[in-house]
């Protein structure tokens, strides 16, 4: 009963406590250089920012937890080719490890001399040289479009995790009683709890900030294409994203105050 408790405790003073933000895709009105600079940094400082789904050690908690860890893969897959591109451009270009996306595609601009052209291949803008170009200057166009099919083709599925996350949100909340049994029928040390506890408080606050993780994503995709298609002169038709669910309610005893997030806003199309 005390252990009950102490993780009853746990999740809901965790339910109660974290406010949920607000995860609607899209933003406000005069965010497009915030979006571009977001944009231009890529994936670099993804991992620290974000908690992700550990090992709590008992397999039906475990087994609640796997859609998140899944839905982190999807992520990091995403931003793991965010941050990727930045470097294989810097790196096509000779440039400085860390420049800016939006700086190195200015480069490769000036570099192209006008040879290079953008068109849109279905909803993913494709760099394309219109004449010969220099060694350089083709490895940094195969680099963009590279990193433009890769993370367009990921928009689909990041933009169904806030409803993925809502779909597993009743099954935390029965964590409380379900832990105790777990960890009785196997054998759980009394040495081993706290740190179980600790990580199943560290999956409750990851899988809360799943949505929002989501959508700051999709906004810096939705940026990077945008930028690559106006660098180069196209007109601004990149991936748009919808999302089927921009709303957690975080898990919460009956009679406890509720975190619902706030109304989403609508998708703004970018200019």
């Known amino acids: 009963m005390a252990i009950r408790r ?23 009105k005069g965010d497009d250089k915030a979006d571009d600079k977001a944009a231009s940094k890529g994936g670099d400082a993804a991992a620290s920012k974000w908690k992700n789904v550990e090992t709590v ?4 908690i475990d087994d609640v937890f796997a859609p998140i860890k899944q839905m982190h893969g999807t992520l990091s897959s995403a931003e793991g080719s965010m941050a990727s591109a930045n470097t294989n451009l810097a790196t096509a270009l000779s440039l400085p490890q860390g420049t800016p996306f939006a700086d190195a595609l200015a480069e490769l601009q000036k570099r192209a001399d006008g040879k290079v052209t953008v068109a849109m291949q279905g909803t993913v803008p494709k760099l394309a040289a219109s004449d010969a170009v220099p060694s350089d200057v083709q490895a940094a166009i195969d680099a963009t479009n ?28 029965k964590l409380p009683q379900t832990f105790p049994a777990e960890a009785k029928t196997l054998g759980a040390k009394v040495t081993e709890i ?10 409750v606050e990851a899988t809360v900030q799943t949505p929002e993780r989501a959508a700051e994503l999709v906004k810096q995709i939705e940026s990077t294409l945008s930028l690559v298609t106006t660098t180069f002169g196209g007109a601004n038709k990149a991936v748009p994203s919808k999302s089927t669910a921009t709303k957690t309610t975080t898990p919460a005893k009956s009679g406890a105050p509720s975190t619902d997030t706030p109304g989403a806003r609508k998708v703004r199309p970018t200019p």
């Open 57 to 60: 050690g008992l397999k039906s």
């Open 194 to 203: 706290p740190k179980m506890l600790t990580t199943l408080k560290n999956n």
């Open 146 to 173: 590279g990193l433009t099919t890769s993370i367009a083709s990921s928009v689909q599925a990041i933009t169904q995790i806030p409803a993925q996350v809502q779909a597993v949100i009743p099954q935390i909340s």
């Open 6 to 28: 102490f993780v009853w405790a746990l999740v809901l003073g965790l339910a109660v406590g974290v406010t949920t933000p607000d995860v609607a895709f899209g933003g406000k």
